[in-house]
């Protein structure tokens, strides 16, 4: 049974750091490209952050140079570091696995970003 697992979301105030872990099961994970997304109310769901099976990370220009993406293949997990948080970053925050045709997707994880 495929899961992708999401943690540690939360409140946090304007510039302050989160980090997001994603545990994977149930799938080949090292196979896999694993890939940030959010999701703000009334808003469609884009992409944060990407990091390929051979480690290619990709950032959207809203998040580059605040967060890190990175993936521990012996954990089968993957992580989002945020940094620098702005209001503007509040969203759902959901973990996805893609590989060819093939794409999972984790239940989401909440993150506020507010005084």
């Known amino acids: 049974q495929v899961q992708l697992v999401e943690s540690g979301g939360g409140l946090v105030q304007p510039g302050g750091s989160l980090r997001l872990s994603c545990a994977a099961s149930?799938?080949?994970?090292?196979?896999?490209?694993m890939g940030w997304y959010r999701q703000a109310p009334g808003k469609q769901r884009e992409l944060a952050a990407k990091?390929?099976?051979?480690?290619?990370?990709y950032y959207a220009d809203s998040v580059k140079g605040r967060f890190t993406i990175s993936r521990d293949n012996a954990k089968n997990a993957v992580y989002l570091q945020m940094n620098s948080l702005k209001p503007e970053d509040t969203a759902v925050y959901f973990c996805?696995?893609?590989?060819?045709?093939?794409?999972?997707w984790g239940q989401g994880t909440q993150v506020t970003v507010s005084s």
């Open positions: 996805r696995a893609a590989l060819g045709l093939r794409n999972y």
């Open positions: 149930g799938f080949t994970y090292n196979s896999y490209d």
């Open positions: 990091i390929t099976s051979a480690t290619t990370t």
